[in-house]
Nanobody, 120 residues
Framework: VQLQASGGGLVQAGGSLRLACVAS?????????ADWHRQAPGKQRELVAAIGSGGSTDYADAVAGRFTIARDNAKKTVYLEMNNLKPEDTGVYYC??????????????WGQGTQVTVSS
């Protein structure tokens, strides 16, 4: 099983993007808790948004009110809806989560990054 992130791209300031993180590679898996991180050039990776197994959410101050994290358990997918994007949102976005499968139990894993570029 692995996490696959997608949905990044180039967008103008004020625009929107939706990122998706899918647990793939096995017919039955469950994403428990999950979160999105980002890393801007020359900066450390930072937590952007998190969602618990029960659906509770938490956001970094810089994105609160503009970003929304959500999950679709049937699709084994966690989304990050990003609105009113700003140039400072530019970076590589990574999904991270605790994924349970029948064969491996719970494993902590990272998806590959997806590039988000916001032009001014």
């Amino acid at each position: 099983v692995q996490l696959q992130a997608s949905g990044g791209g180039l967008v103008q300031a004020g625009g929107s993007l939706r990122l998706a993180c899918v647990a793939s590679g096995t017919s039955f898996s469950i994403i428990n808790s999950a979160d999105w991180h980002r890393q801007a050039p020359g900066k450390q990776r930072e937590l952007v948004a998190a969602i618990g197994s029960g659906g509770s959410t938490d956001y970094a101050d810089a994105v609160a009110g503009r970003f929304t994290i959500a999950r679709d358990n049937a699709k084994k997918t966690v989304y990050l809806e990003m609105n009113n994007l700003k140039p400072e949102d530019t970076g590589v976005y990574y999904c991270h989560g605790s994924v349970w499968t029948m064969t491996t139990g719970s494993s902590d894993m990272w998806g590959q990054g997806t590039q988000v570029t916001v032009s001014s």
